[in-house]
């Protein structure tokens, strides 16, 4: 009698006793259907809430469900058009179409970030410090790129703890950095010092990458590397003034380091924050950001 009151009311609350574990997942509607890696996809359908995973392809994606009806993903990195899978733990379903990864056809094909992300896995506790970083290339599709070049009046480094925003980095006219190999991207640690200038009337290093447009030119600021302000951290903020001439492109990015003073190498000593969209030449100087405050665009 008792197994007879209990499937009764199983009937009766919509198979709740079977958790909604066996039912298939469906895909019915993606919002958008293209766009860049780090795009939000809205993907729609029926039985998303026990979604455990979500791939492009064979490319797990970050994802963060709203209901059973829905659930937003993020491209992920080095993915082409594919479709896109949500798998339960019994179960998974494939979109019936796929989703068109549309890179800026201004970014090289070689350049690893195409477009602006933030990095969905937090730093590791206990680390303590962070810096910033610039990448500076030139466009060999572009005639003339020999003369391209990147300057850099200013950078500046700010993170926001407990609501208060505290300036960490701030120099003027002078980085530090080496060319990297280009292709395949940063494919060793192995660098070479990078050649600077100087322009007196703009305050400004002059990053010539046309003069070795083989080589990535990956700048950091020449102060030394910050530590956090105490509290409760919401995130960093990069900022730089650059003039970009044709045939250079830029983007700016920061790490989170274990310590001030711990030196790069093996055992994860920094973490990537992320990057900003890649900016492009104007006849005008630009700020260049990027903030990792906020988080994934879910």
């Given amino acids: 009698m008792t ?38 996809v809205e993907i729609s359908g ?7 995973r979500v791939a492009f392809g064979t490319t797990d994606a970050d994802f963060k469900i709203i209901s059973a009806e829905e659930l937003v993903a993020i491209v992920p990195h080095r993915t082409g058009t594919s479709a ?7 179960l998974r379903a494939t979109g019936p179409f ?20 933030v990095n969905s896995t937090p730093a590791p506790e206990g680390f303590s410090a962070v810096l910033l970083w610039g990448i500076a290339i030139a466009d060999t599709r572009i005639p003339e790129y020999e003369s391209a070049k990147v300057e ?10 407990n609501g208060r925003e505290v300036v960490l980095n701030e120099d003027s006219g002078k980085v530090r950095g080496g060319l990297y190999r280009r292709n395949p991207w940063f494919g060793t640690d192995q660098h070479e010092a990078m050649p600077a200038g ?8 002059v990053l010539r990458v046309g003069t070795r447009a083989d080589r990535v030119w990956h700048f950091w600021p020449a102060s030394a590397r910050a530590a956090l302000p105490s509290g409760q951290l919401e995130g960093c903020t990069v900022k730089a003034r650059v003039n970009i001439s044709p045939g ?19 055992g994860g ?14 006849e005008r100087w630009q700020e260049a950001e990027f903030t990792d405050i906020g988080g994934p665009r879910f």
């Fill in 3 to 40: 197994r007879q009151i209990l499937f009764a009311l199983c009937l009766l609350v919509g198979r709740l006793c079977m958790a909604g574990s066996n039912e298939t997942p469906e895909i019915t509607r993606i919002s958008p259907t293209g766009g860049p890696e780090g795009t939000r």
């Fill in 46 to 52: 029926r039985n998303l809430k026990e979604v455990k």
């Fill in 84 to 90: 896109i899978t949500v798998i339960t733990p019994q």
């Fill in 98 to 117: 796929p989703f068109a990864v549309l890179s800026d056809p201004r970014v090289p094909e070689e350049a690893s970030y195409k477009a602006g992300y």
């Fill in 152 to 161: 850099v009046a200013w950078t500046q480094l700010s993170c926001r703890a």
């Fill in 198 to 205: 100087f322009d007196p009337p703009n305050h400004a290093v």
């Fill in 248 to 266: 250079a492109l830029l983007q700016m990015g920061m790490d989170y380091w274990r310590n001030p003073t711990v030196g790069y190498g093996a």
């Fill in 269 to 282: 000593n920094n973490h990537e924050a992320g990057a900003s969209n890649w900016y492009f030449p104007s």
